[in-house]
Structure formats: structure tokens, C-alpha cells
């Protein structure tokens, strides 16, 4: 629940690793070689996304001429 209260580069890094998960889980139970290879595929993209999203938090104003941008959620006031 933490990381939906982050930025949007990790909400998308887990919702693309449970896909992941999923599509293999499902490519096992169907024995197919397809559904295996779409769960590689969004393999890949996760893997991409992680890269991305760690690469901004290393990439911060204090030690970086550039940052990249992650898709800060605001936060509301609860009262």
C-alpha cells in the first residue's frame, strides 16, 4: 500500500511485475507457448520500468544535472 502513495514509475513497476507473474502462472497452467512468451514480453517491459524508476531516484537535484520525471501523486489533506 506504501508504493501507491510514492510516484507513478513504481505504481506501473508493480502493476506490470503482478501482470508478469500472472501471464507466466497462466502459461504454465495452459502449457502454452504463447501466453509464456507474452509473460517474457512484459518481462522485459517490467524490467525496463525498473530500470527507469531507479534510475530517477539515483538521478536526484542533489547530485545530478538533470532528473527524471516519475509522476509525483499530491497528497491530500485528510482532516
Given at each position: 500500500m506504501a508504493t501507491l502513495k510514492v510516484n507513478i514509475a513504481l505504481m506501473a513497476l508493480f502493476f506490470l511485475l503482478d501482470l508478469t507473474f500472472?501471464?507466466?502462472?497462466?502459461?504454465?497452467?495452459?502449457?502454452?507457448?504463447?501466453?509464456?512468451?507474452?509473460?517474457g514480453g512484459f518481462g522485459l517491459a517490467t524490467a525496463a520500468v525498473a530500470f527507469y524508476a531507479g534510475a530517477a531516484q539515483l538521478l536526484t537535484e542533489d547530485n545530478s544535472w538533470f532528473t527524471l520525471p516519475v509522476g509525483p501523486i499530491r497528497r491530500r489533506r485528510v482532516d
Open positions: 500472472l501471464l507466466l502462472m497462466a502459461g504454465e497452467f495452459a502449457e502454452s507457448l504463447t501466453i509464456h512468451k507474452v509473460g
